[in-house]
């Protein structure tokens, strides 16, 4: 049975008088408190002998030199609350210097996470800058009886000299604006697309300027081009100066948001990454909501966008909280720089901490990355056609480019066009964004508990539900709702033809049937273009039904879309996982351009159309998620052919030499092995 604590602090105090006769009671009384201070923090974690045995000298080799005793003085005289620098640990990351995460890392942080609240603004406030409103021909509206004027709104009208427009709910949007409707319509949706252009074009350039001449300067001045851009949004006097400076916005937007994504993760230690990257997530989701709010009770675009410009200027007095990355600094040689900024995180982390242990630290560092360097320099440099190359690993690709396009084609559409919904864009956007909070936080919760693969499949059948059932709602309501206008140029009587369609009532017929001898006299008077004039016999609406499986669709690509995204990390190797991630980036991007024209394919093919492409995307992504290896709990691969072993069934040694032997000589591997071998 042990002994009580007291008892061996007693007995240890006995043994210090007898082996220490000679030694003065000063330093007596030193060991004594070093003594209580280990006892104390070691006595929980049952590590109290090779310790005190060193403070009391019961080793026998030991010196008889006090060195030691002066060392662990400066290594437990801080605050139990603080680090402990040990000079013998190991240094080969920048937290065991300056902390996962403390006041200089936090002060970028939050200001970042504050200019973050903004984005949502830049990249879905199109949504309601081009918001719907009803339109008419201002040159005959004062002719025509109330009835009439009803049956004209949203028609297109030969050599009409003006159009008005409905500003009840926005008052100030690009359509009424810049007249973006009948043949300028398509304004629209190109409004949207250029800004995720931008996006794509900013990943190329603003990631080499912050590889070339740093992570802080690039984020100062893409936050000036940001500015320039907004007011030129803002303030634009025509639809191509708006898309020019559009263009500009999503350079600039996503150049700041991937350059501060860098400094983050480049200074935040690892226990404390994941935890920032929720918290930045949520960021962008709360910018959402105060996006929606400030549009609800501002709805003009112009002075939405000149207040969220304005708040970046006064962001510019805050640039000196951005730091510079220390590892970029290592990497470049600015090594005086480098030291300074470790050396002030880590005073304002630790308090008191021993210039000399800490200089020690920072050239255990530094020659870390140096030799990190060297080897990196040394490495064969892997291109992403070593990997198609493979045939599994070119599958392996397609399947990740198919499910990264899918689900950002179907996501963007959804939002891009939440009015399909729904006529309350409003509701619409708030209940999408909240579906998408949810599912980011309920995916931590879960994302270690499930398969990868399992994860991603139960995605995809709620968003192969969803679809499927909007792609019958839209069907029927076409089938009930019958574009007779076609028709109109041939036989203007129409009513057998609409008493005859089994989706309307007798009641319903009667309708459509004065609905279209009024749109005939409108039509023969006023040269009216019909094409697009629908006529209202339908069914009660739908809006309900549909807006609840738009927001479970957005639900499941959200879900679906960070699952798919650590499915990639993991199943790239290390050698060539930025160039591998990157690729399926260039598949998302492409899907967000285009997801705007989806608009274009509903006015041509009808919206059943296009929810059954998301349908089809959906299922065919669905099933080729069969054939990708599962990733959760393996080790993260190093190589192409520690991807090769993934998923195989037990072979011979001969099939296994035979398959390394054919890796080695597509990807280049085959010398670094041999060389690693002699």
């Known amino acids: 049975m042990s002994s009580k604590p007291t008892d061996k602090l007693t007995e240890m105090d006995e043994n210090l008088n007898n082996n220490n006769e000679n030694v003065p009671n000063e330093e007596k009384d030193h060991k004594r408190s070093l003594m209580s201070k280990l006892f104390a923090k070691d006595s929980k974690e049952h590590k109290l002998d090779e310790n005190l045995n060193e403070i009391t000298g019961d080793e026998k080799d030991k010196p008889k030199d006090n060195g030691y005793i002066s060392k662990m003085s400066k290594i437990f005289s801080k605050n139990s609350k603080e680090r402990k620098f040990d000079d013998d640990e190991k240094i080969d ?64 009208i030969d050599k009409c000299q003006k159009y008005e427009y409905d500003r009840t709910v926005f008052t100030t949007t690009i359509i009424n604006e810049f007249d973006l409707i009948c043949e300028n319509d398509k304004y629209i949706s190109i409004s949207k697309a250029v800004y995720q252009v931008g996006y794509a074009f900013s990943s190329i350039v603003v990631g080499f300027l912050s590889d070339r001449y740093g992570r802080s300067p690039t984020f100062k001045v ?28 999503g350079v600039a937007a996503y150049g700041r948001f991937l350059t501060g994504v860098l400094l983050i993760m480049e200074t935040v230690g690892p226990k404390k990454r994941s935890v920032l990257s929720i918290m930045v997530e949520n960021s962008w989701y709360i910018g959402h909501f105060v996006m929606i709010g400030f549009f609800y009770y501002v709805p003009n675009f112009r002075w939405v966008q000149a207040t969220v410009t304005t708040i970046e200027i006064i962001a510019l007095f805050y640039l000196h909280l951005v730091p510079e990355s220390i590892r970029w600094n290592i ?66 690709c397609c399947i990740l480019y198919l499910c990264w396009f899918t689900n950002h084609l179907i996501a963007y559409s959804a939002i891009f066009n939440a009015d399909t919904f729904g006529d309350n864009l409003y509701l619409n956007i708030s209940v999408f964004t909240a579906a998408s909070f949810v599912a980011n936080t309920m995916l931590y919760l879960i994302i270690e508990r499930l398969n990868r693969r399992t994860l991603s499949r139960i995605a995809y059948t709620f968003m192969i539900i969803c679809c499927f059932g909007l792609t019958v709602s839209f069907i029927m309501e076409e089938q009930g709702n019958k574009q007779l206008t076609t028709q109109l140029s041939a036989n203007p009587n129409l009513m057998n033809t609409t008493t005859n369609n089994a989706a309307l009532t007798a009641e319903e017929a009667d309708k459509a049937y004065e609905h279209l001898k009024l749109l005939t006299e409108i039509k023969n008077k006023y040269n009216v273009d019909l094409r697009n004039k629908t006529i209202p016999a339908t069914k009660p609406d739908e809006g309900s039904l549909r807006i609840w499986l738009g927001t479970v669709m957005k639900y499941a690509t959200s879900t679906c879309y960070h699952t798919i995204y650590v499915l990639t990390v993991e199943s790239f190797p290390t050698v060539i996982r930025q160039l591998s991630v990157g690729t399926c980036s260039v598949a998302s ?78 990807t280049g591997e085959e010398n670094e092995e041999h060389n690693t071998t002699v």
């Open 93 to 156: 990351c920048i937290s065991k210097v300056i902390g996962n995460y403390g006041p200089w890392q936090q002060k970028f942080v939050v200001f970042y996470m504050i200019i973050y609240l903004i984005s949502p603004f830049q990249n879905y406030g199109i949504v309601f800058y081009a918001a719907k409103s009803d339109f008419w021909c201002a040159d005959i509206a004062q002719n025509l009886t109330e009835t009439e004027f009803n049956l004209i709104k949203n028609v297109c």
């Open 222 to 249: 893409i936050l000036f081009l940001e500015i320039l851009a907004g007011y030129g949004q803002s303030f634009a006097p025509s639809i191509l100066i708006f898309l020019i400076a559009r263009f500009f916005l």
């Open 331 to 396: 990497v470049k040689g600015r090594y005086d720089e480098a030291k300074r900024v470790l050396r002030e995180a880590a005073q304002m982390k630790y308090k008191n901490v021993d210039p000399e242990i800490l200089e020690r630290r920072i050239d255990k560092l530094i020659d870390h990355f140096e030799e990190e360097e060297k080897k990196e320099k040394s490495r064969k440099k892997h291109k992403v056609w070593h990997l198609w190359a493979i045939p599994k690993m070119l599958g392996i």
């Open 589 to 666: 991007r492409f899907a967000s351009v285009l997801a705007p024209f989806t608009k274009e394919l509903s006015n041509i093919y009808g919206r059943s159309v296009t929810f059954g492409l998301f349908t089809t995307l959906a299922l065919c992504s669905f099933t080729a998620i069969f054939f990708i290896p599962e990733t959760r709990g393996l080790e993260i691969p190093d190589t192409i052919a520690d991807c090769l072993k993934r998923g195989k069934k037990v072979k011979g040694k001969k099939d296994e030499k035979s398959d390394k032997k054919e890796t080695l000589k597509l």
